[in-house]
T-cell receptor, first 116, second 117 residues
Framework: QKEVEQNSGPLSVPEGAIASLNCTYS??????FFWYRQYSGKSPELIMS????GDKEDGRFTAQLNKASQYVSLLIRDSQPSDSATYLC????????????????FGQGTILTVHP | NAGVMQNPRHLVRRRGQEARLRCSPM?????VYWYRQLPEEGLKFMVY????????ESGMPKERFSAEFPKEGPSILRIQQVVRGDSAAYFC???????????????FGAGSRLTVL
């Protein structure tokens, strides 16, 4: 079992629709959760972070976290062609000394295509 | 305010040669991370460094790979005797402090794409 698994893509949605991206993780010690967007040939760009159970909204993006189910999702409302990219789920935990540094575990990514 | 600077952006090496990838963190950042992205895969953590110290190298292959972040100058990821399987994108990221949360999250560079012939 992979430590972080994302729903297999590619995912294709029409412009204006809601895109739903899912991620499960195996490490119950995971404490913080991130969604990165990566355009082809470019660097990952952080779009959402979530640390506690529930929903977190930022513009057209909503992250949802359920630690009991070890599940985190990203909803993109009113999808635009410019949202077409690979979305990477990443998780973090506390390491030695009780600190949580930038050692993230990433999923394999889900390719999203928004077609006009 | 320049972001995380990586060079070279593209590097071609023949099997057995050495590859050196450089990373200058964002101004004011003293924590550097290296990640590797193999084709069609997510990013994999390799190493975490602070100035003159390796904090966590649990993701580094046991042989041929080394990293440093000297007191002066950029961080260097060095791959000796490259093999075809080393072909990947290598991303550097930096942060201001060692605690990853809130406003202090990773900023990634544009990556260095290594091709081994």
């Amino acid at each position: 079992q992979k430590e972080v698994e994302q729903n297999s893509g590619p995912l294709s949605v029409p412009e204006g629709a809601i895109a739903s991206l899912n991620c499960t993780y195996s490490d119950r010690g995971s404490q913080s959760f991130f969604w990165y967007r990566q355009y082809s040939g470019k660097s990952p760009e952080l779009i959402m972070s979530i640390y506690s159970n529930g929903d977190k909204e930022d513009g057209r993006f909503t992250a949802q976290l359920n630690k009991a189910s070890q599940y985190v999702s990203l909803l993109i409302r009113d999808s635009q062609p410019s949202d077409s990219a690979t979305y990477l789920c990443a998780v973090n935990r506390k390491y030695g000394g009780g600190t949580s540094y930038g050692k993230l575990t990433f999923g394999q990514g889900t390719i999203l295509t928004v077609h006009p | 305010n320049a972001g995380v600077m990586q060079n070279p952006r593209h590097l071609v090496r023949r099997r057995g040669q050495e590859a050196r990838l450089r990373c200058s963190p964002m101004k004011g950042h003293s924590h550097v991370y290296w990640y590797r992205q193999l084709p069609e895969e997510g990013l994999k953590f390799m190493v975490y460094l602070q100035k003159e110290n390796i904090i966590d190298e649990s993701g580094m292959p046991k042989e041929r790979f080394s990293a440093e972040f000297p007191k002066e100058g950029p961080s260097i990821l060095r791959i000796q005797q490259v093999v075809r399987g080393d072909s990947a994108a290598y991303f550097c990221a930096s942060s201001k402090t060692g605690v990853h949360s809130g406003a202090n999250v990773l900023t990634f560079g544009a990556g260095s794409r290594l091709t081994v012939l």
